[in-house]
Nanobody, 121 residues
Framework: QVQIVESGGGLVQPGGSLRLSCAAS????????MGWYRQGPGKQRELVAA???????NYVDSVKGRFTISGVNAKNTVYLQMNSLKPEDTAVYYC???????????????WGQGTQVTVSS
């Protein structure tokens, strides 16, 4: 069994910062990538940022220069540093891990429960 646990959400004023953490644990053989998605009110879920085990990163255009994703590797943990937050960043943020549980198995997506980020004055 695989567990994906997020932490670090909350309420912050516009221009402020938050740091999200996500830890993958349990029966894990290898992780290909981990990332953060978000779903705002009345919106579809979108990819915010992702990082592969090799360190390659990808960001949605709206957060480039403001958000930084880091981690994975030995600790199976990923972080999302969010700076210069805007009201439109308000959403539930979900952690995602693409991993295989045993050698030779297919890679599958695993999701956390989500953490609320609210940017408001």
């Amino acid at each position: 069994q695989v567990q994906i646990v997020e932490s670090g959400g909350g309420l912050v004023q516009p221009g402020g910062s938050l740091r999200l953490s996500c830890a993958a644990s349990g029966r894990i053989f290898s992780i290909y990538a981990m990332g953060w998605y978000r779903q705002g009110p009345g919106k579809q879920r979108e990819l915010v940022a992702a990082i592969t085990s090799g360190g390659r990163t990808n960001y949605v255009d709206s957060v480039k220069g403001r958000f930084t994703i880091s981690g994975v590797n030995a600790k199976n943990t990923v972080y999302l540093q969010m700076n210069s937050l805007k009201p439109e960043d308000t959403a539930v943020y979900y952690c995602n891990a693409i991993l295989r549980v045993v050698a030779g198995a297919a890679e599958y997506d695993y999701w956390g429960q989500g953490t609320q980020v609210t940017v408001s004055s």
